[in-house]
């Protein structure tokens, strides 16, 4: 319970924060992260894991929820949670080149500004886009994400087509 325990009171705050007025919700992301804390406890518990948790047990059981939060976790994202956050900031690497090839406008803005992809897709990634996009976009990006295989890179790329122009004339990121 010592390396595990640790993660409990940080636990407590995170649910507050994705479920004030669902008790039984609260519950419920409570066990889910408790559980995945004891089932992988080289990552244990990270703060992004909660909105990621959360957004499943907005559509599935809890039990389900914490298996599909394993799979996110150990296959889909690996290294995204653990210390250090390899996975992510590979990612960020990859997305910077993505911007300079697809997006060459956006990446001379962005060089110019010296704003390297780090400072704004870690949230985007570690929460796999639920707490930056409207709930009916999240249902879309986890559609794509799950079950056509399209890359976080590649649906970043999309979504940021969309706004380049709010991008490159009011520097605002989302």
């Known amino acids: 319970v010592g390396?595990?325990?640790?993660?409990?009171?940080?636990?407590?705050i995170a649910?507050?924060?994705y479920f004030k007025c669902h008790i039984f919700r609260q519950q419920d992301l409570r066990k889910?992260?408790?559980?995945?804390?004891?089932?992988?406890?080289?990552?244990?518990?990270c703060q992004a894991m909660?909105?990621?948790a959360a957004t499943l047990l907005l559509v599935m059981p809890a039990e389900d929820a914490f298996w599909c939060l394993v799979q996110i976790c150990e296959r889909y994202l690996p290294n995204y949670y653990s210390s250090g956050l390899l996975g992510v900031q590979v990612d960020a690497r990859v997305l910077d080149c993505l911007i300079?090839?697809?997006?060459?406008?956006?990446?001379?803005?962005?060089?110019?500004?010296?704003?390297?992809?780090l400072l704004f897709c870690v949230e985007w990634f570690m929460s796999i886009f639920s707490r930056t996009l409207p709930w009916s976009c999240v249902l879309r990006v986890w559609?794509?994400?799950?079950?056509?295989?399209?890359?976080?890179h590649e649906t970043n790329i999309q979504l940021r087509l969309t706004i380049q122009p709010t991008l490159l004339t009011g520097c605002v990121f989302v």
Do not use: W
């Not at 697809?102 to 992809?117: C, F, I, S, T």
């Open 3 to 12: 390396q595990v325990g640790k993660y409990f009171s940080i636990v407590s």
């Open 15 to 17: 649910i507050e924060l």
């Open 32 to 45: 889910v992260l408790k559980a995945f804390a004891h089932h992988n406890v080289d990552i244990g518990y």
């Open 50 to 52: 909660a909105p990621v």
């Open 100 to 117: 300079m090839k697809y997006l060459p406008d956006v990446g001379r803005h962005l060089k110019l500004h010296k704003v390297d992809a």
């Open 143 to 152: 559609d794509i994400f799950f079950f056509e295989g399209l890359s976080k």
